[in-house]
């Protein structure tokens, strides 16, 4: 439950603080304005990163013991967040940002133990760095992944979404190896990327600025060599997959600028995002590319983390030649992706079927009865419910009854917050803690509900003729691919508890909440007394113990 808790609260205190700092960002003009090389067409707030900081933080502090490396990396992100706020404030020169990243390096360096001491087999038996070498060469690895990732934020949701799924990777290792600390930050960061790239996904109306980009790399390149370094079975080339695409993106476009006799850290348009674009894809189909890309290397990393140093290196050389290949080739030939009449023509299809209000109307009327349904009888399954849970269900329903009767106008965020809290932990309890009463066929028409609303929830998206109604955007493939690899995952426990089918099952209410809470246009009774049922219902079996 720890780890669920994490990344729980990680996620809700993001969000709450997003419409505080986007206040905030407009009051103080920290806005990024359109450019030559910027995709958007008007400014955006770039606070983010405080939010997400924030909320990854708190839950780190809570729960997390203060050891030496536990202390170093939270000092060296403060020290980045401190200098990513005042560059999205003032703006800062590159040798100013160095100087930052530069200190929060040598914090984990020298007093948290984060050092490349050990290259594997690629040197001679028994041969290490030496302590004299290992210590610059790590600053400058943590150094070269953190301006990485803020090099890669470059369209929206883009950043956001590679570091998802990197850290989602560092936690399952991390999981594997024991390794508590580095698995409980790396939730603590994916649930407040998770909260985060709601805003972030396209079109944007925030983004994560300096202060987020930058974190986000210092934390992945930190948590890479924890895991890998030491006494572990991990490979220490394992970090070059997982974080290989966003550095060899900076290297290429570095390396492109040096040759055409300009600055490294000039701005361009010569990144592999914009390299997409410029091949004809739409800005969301060029993230939703890279995404795919990042998917592949999490996925290698995880399945190929027991082999040879050597077997790394040969594939990630093979990947990146073959990547930069295409790329070149494509360039030189003048690519374009084609746009073919029969993907139109089945287009225009649905829109035929989409003037045709009927399928909306049956779709929606089944979503609205059978996901309340669902969660309510998810509240009887536990065989028993803990009694702290019965408290905080009834601290969600008095925050329920007071912003009803004091700021109805905020309803649905409320709403919001309280059902990704609940829901999680509700369907949480029904799996691993099933009822004497509920029969094995009782359970399995249970799970094939989630089916059923998944479908239907997917008809309602699909052929509504509402712009301002849920949307599917390129953070729903994260969300899909996340749960689609977790029943994968070699693990007897995730195996035993069934996490995959959680997960899964999760995200689908979820899901099909928020569709309901954007469909519903304002009118939240229905849902706010459904929710308040459901926490009076677990309250109450947490309190007598039935």
Not at 99 to 110: F, H, K, P, R
Not at 503 to 521: N, P, Q
Request: a positive charge.
């Amino acid at each position: 439950m720890l780890y669920l808790s994490t990344t729980l609260l990680a996620a809700i205190i993001t969000v709450s603080l997003i419409p505080l700092v986007i206040r905030l960002a407009v009051r103080f003009q920290m806005v990024d304005v359109p450019g030559p090389r910027k995709v958007h067409a008007c400014p955006v707030p770039r606070v983010g990163g405080v939010a997400m900081a924030l909320g990854a933080f708190v839950p780190l502090i809570l729960w997390t013991a203060g050891s030496g490396f536990v202390r170093a990396y939270l000092a060296g992100a403060a020290v980045l967040v401190a200098f990513g706020l005042v560059d999205d404030l003032r703006g800062l020169g590159y040798r100013t940002k160095f100087l930052g990243q530069i200190l929060a390096a040598i914090a984990v360096v020298v007093y948290g133990g984060i050092r490349v001491d050990s290259l594997g087999t690629l040197l001679p038996d028994a041969l290490t760095v030496p302590g004299w070498f290992a210590v610059p060469l790590s600053v400058i690895v943590i150094v070269g992944v953190t301006n990485a990732f803020n090099l890669t934020d470059g369209l929206d949701g883009l950043a956001g979404g590679i570091s998802l799924l990197v850290f989602c990777c560092i936690g399952y290792l991390a999981y594997l190896s024991g390794n508590n600390d580095v698995l409980l930050f790396s939730l603590a960061l994916a649930g407040a990327i998770f909260g985060f790239l709601r805003y972030n996904t396209h079109p944007a109306i925030l983004f994560m600025g300096d202060t987020g980009s930058q974190l986000l790399g210092f934390s992945a390149a930190v948590f890479a060599i924890k895991i890998t370094q030491g006494a572990t079975p991990l490979s220490p080339l394992l970090p070059l997959i997982i974080l290989g695409l966003p550095v060899l993106d900076t290297i290429t476009v570095m390396v492109s600028r040096i040759r055409d006799g300009r600055s490294p850290f000039s701005p361009d348009k010569n990144h592999f995002h914009h390299r997409l674009m410029g091949f004809g894809l739409s800005h969301s189909e060029a993230v939703l590319a890279i995404y795919l890309t990042q998917a592949v290397m999490v996925v290698s990393a995880i399945f190929f983390r027991y082999y040879t140093d050597w077997a790394l290196l040969i594939f990630y050389v093979a990947f990146s030649a073959a990547l930069l290949g295409a790329l070149t080739a494509a360039d030189r030939t003048g690519f374009r992706f084609k746009r073919y009449p029969l993907i139109d023509d089945a287009v225009k299809g649905m829109r035929t079927i989409r003037d045709g209000q009927w399928i909306v109307r049956i779709s929606f009327t089944i979503s609205r009865v059978a996901i309340p349904v669902v969660f309510l009888l998810a509240c009887l399954l536990p065989g028993s419910v803990p009694k702290y849970v019965s408290i905080i269900a009834a601290c969600f329903g008095l925050a329920i009854l007071l912003v009803r009767r004091f700021a109805r106008d905020h309803m649905g965020l409320c709403l919001r917050y309280v059902l990704y809290m609940s829901v999680p932990l509700v369907l949480y309890l029904a799996e691993a803690d099933k009822a004497a009463w509920v029969s094995s066929k009782m359970f399995t028409l249970y799970h094939l509900s989630f089916g059923l609303i998944a479908f239907f929830v997917l008809l309602t998206v699909k052929y509504t003729r509402r712009t301002k109604g849920f949307q599917v955007t390129t953070m729903d493939f994260l969300v899909i691919f996340i749960a689609a690899i977790i029943p994968n995952l070699p693990d007897s426990l995730i195996q035993s508890l069934q996490i995959g089918l959680l997960a899964v099952e999760i995200i689908v209410l979820l899901f099909g909440f928020e569709v309901l809470l954007k469909e519903f246009r304002g009118r939240f009774e229905q849902l706010a007394a459904v929710t308040l049922a459901a926490l009076v219902l677990i309250g109450i079996r947490g309190g007598s113990g039935f």
